[in-house]
């Protein structure tokens, strides 16, 4: 079984500044994908960013970015120049990639952006 | 592009009442479709999963079933309420051949 450990139950940041939520997983499985998941007040999940384990260039959508390191089992979610509107729960998964492809949840980080 | 429709948005149900949450789906075809609980303390838990009609795999032991009873269509039931049965409930959907994952604006149940 995975699990996934996301080590900062709530972090702040300033408007305009960067900030890096962790998470680290553990499996056995060796191809699979990884997940970082917002969920606002609204409690929509929406997904920011994803990295296939079989590549080895972090994944970069806008302002976001993952720092990947599959030996370590390490999963970081860097978010620049953070705007009010990313306050959120974020919460990191991991996907198997075979089965049911059921996703395995942290207990998710609270981050709340400062004016 | 996938659409996910669930209702209620919101239930309060006493203890010991039936359960009845659905969950459609717009855009695709035969897909993957799960049944996540999140609740407080817990984070998110996957209650069950379909590959097609009829076909559901349970994850957790518990007072809940589902049934998909048509292609885009995926219910959660339960007979009996029970306390701990309280969180939010989503839908979640899997476009075959990708390994991305959709959710459903979800339903907050509340058993009282």
């Known amino acids: 079984a995975q699990t996934v450990t996301q080590s900062q139950p709530e972090m702040s940041v300033q408007e305009a500044e960067t900030v890096t939520l962790s998470c680290t997983y553990d499996t056995s499985e060796s191809n699979y994908y990884l997940f970082w998941y917002k969920q606002p007040p609204s409690r929509q999940m929406i997904l920011v960013i994803r990295q296939e384990a079989y590549k080895q260039q972090n994944a970069t959508e806008n302002r976001f970015s993952v720092n990947f390191q599959k030996a370590a089992k390490s999963f970081s979610l860097k978010i620049s120049d953070s705007q009010l509107g990313d306050t959120a729960m974020y919460f990191c998964?991991?996907?198997?990639?075979?089965?049911?492809?059921?996703?395995?949840f942290g207990k998710g980080t609270k981050l709340s952006v400062i004016p | 592009s996938q659409t996910i429709h669930q209702w209620p948005a919101t239930l309060v149900q006493p203890v010991g009442s039936p359960l009845s949450l659905e969950c459609t789906v717009e855009g695709t075809s035969n897909p993957n479709l799960y049944w996540y609980r999140q609740a407080a303390g817990r984070g998110l838990q996957l209650l069950f999963y379909s590959v097609g009609i009829g076909q559901i795999s349970s994850e957790v032991p518990q007072n809940l079933s589902a049934s998909r009873p048509q292609d885009r269509q995926f219910i959660l039931s339960s007979k009996k309420l029970l306390l701990s049965d309280s969180g939010f409930y989503l839908c979640?959907?899997?476009?075959?051949?990708?390994?991305?994952?959709?959710f459903g604006p979800g339903t907050r149940l509340t058993v009282l």
């Open positions: 998964a991991f996907g198997s990639a075979a089965g049911s492809y059921q996703l395995t």
């Open positions: 979640v959907l899997r476009v075959i051949g990708t390994d991305t994952q959709y």
